[in-house]
């Protein structure tokens, strides 16, 4: 498939709709690239920001260049941001480690996560303060992270950005969709937009597990959902 083919950050979504403009979009491709770049960098590939399941790793790895841009164009994020709870303390702030307590290695990566947490941030605030509601869709967000991103200084974003917590690949648990998105990145047809459509209805980690920590419950097994065809439109929820 040529790159002129290949669905755009401009085209439109049928499941947002209008939600989320042209550079949105835009800014949402550039932050799955620069993901995906560091889930398939051997020095990053471990880490828990970055760890995606090894067969999608290996089958995105030994993609073209092309089927990686298709993975990366997804309307919503590859990975899901998350805000610690707070009582208004700031307690990532406690569980940060100094540069200086770190040998070079752990520091580079460090600096790493550092700077796309950072850009990421940036990203899902100015997505919380334009358009409410959208940046639970496009980043995963719980709904009471909302708030406290919008409210958040830029030295409490900077200092945030390397709180260990703050990201993670999307779709923790599902590690076969992850290689159903792999497989339609790779395929020769355009089976793109069911792969992006069948992961907005799997239900989000981060509302679902902050949920549970407030109420103490267990985790209820997560229902079935409806398989749509991957060469079909209809959305598999």
């Known amino acids: 498939m040529s790159e002129a083919n290949l669905p755009t950050p401009e085209a439109p979504w049928a499941h947002h709709g209008n939600l989320l403009s042209a550079v949105?979009?835009?800014?949402?491709?550039?932050?799955?690239?620069?993901?995906?770049d560091r889930?398939?960098?051997?020095?990053?590939?471990?880490?828990?920001?970055?760890?995606?399941?090894?067969?999608a790793v290996e089958r995105l790895s030994e993609a073209t260049v092309e089927a990686r841009e298709r993975a990366a164009r997804s309307p919503i994020s590859l990975f899901e941001l998350a805000l610690p709870e707070t009582d208004g303390a700031l307690p990532?702030?406690?569980?940060?480690?100094?540069?200086?307590?770190?040998d070079p290695l752990d520091r580079a990566r460090g600096e790493t996560r550092r700077s796309f947490g950072l850009?990421?941030?940036?990203?899902?605030?100015?997505?919380a303060?334009?358009?409410?509601?959208s940046s639970r869709i496009a980043f995963g967000l719980a709904p009471a992270c909302e708030a406290r991103?919008?409210?958040?200084s830029p030295a409490e974003s900077f200092r945030l950005a390397s709180w260990p917590g703050l990201v993670r690949p999307r779709w923790p648990g599902h590690a076969r969709y992850w290689n159903l998105l792999a497989a339609a990145a790779t395929a020769a047809g355009n089976e793109m937009h069911w792969a992006y459509s069948a992961g907005l209805c799997l239900p989000?980690?981060?509302?679902?597990e902050q949920a549970a920590a407030r109420t103490g419950q267990r985790r209820l097994p997560r229902p079935g959902h409806r398989r749509g065809s991957p060469g079909g439109t209809d959305v598999p929820c």
């Open 24 to 36: 949105v979009r835009r800014d949402i491709a550039d932050l799955n690239r620069l993901f995906l």
């Open 39 to 55: 889930a398939l960098d051997p020095a990053h590939r471990a880490d828990r920001w970055f760890q995606l399941p090894p067969s």
């Open 92 to 102: 990532w702030r406690h569980e940060a480690v100094t540069d200086g307590d770190l």
């Open 119 to 127: 850009v990421a941030l940036g990203v899902a605030r100015r997505l």
């Open 129 to 133: 303060e334009g358009v409410p509601l």
């Open 149 to 152: 991103l919008s409210a958040l």
């Open 204 to 208: 989000g980690e981060c509302e679902r």
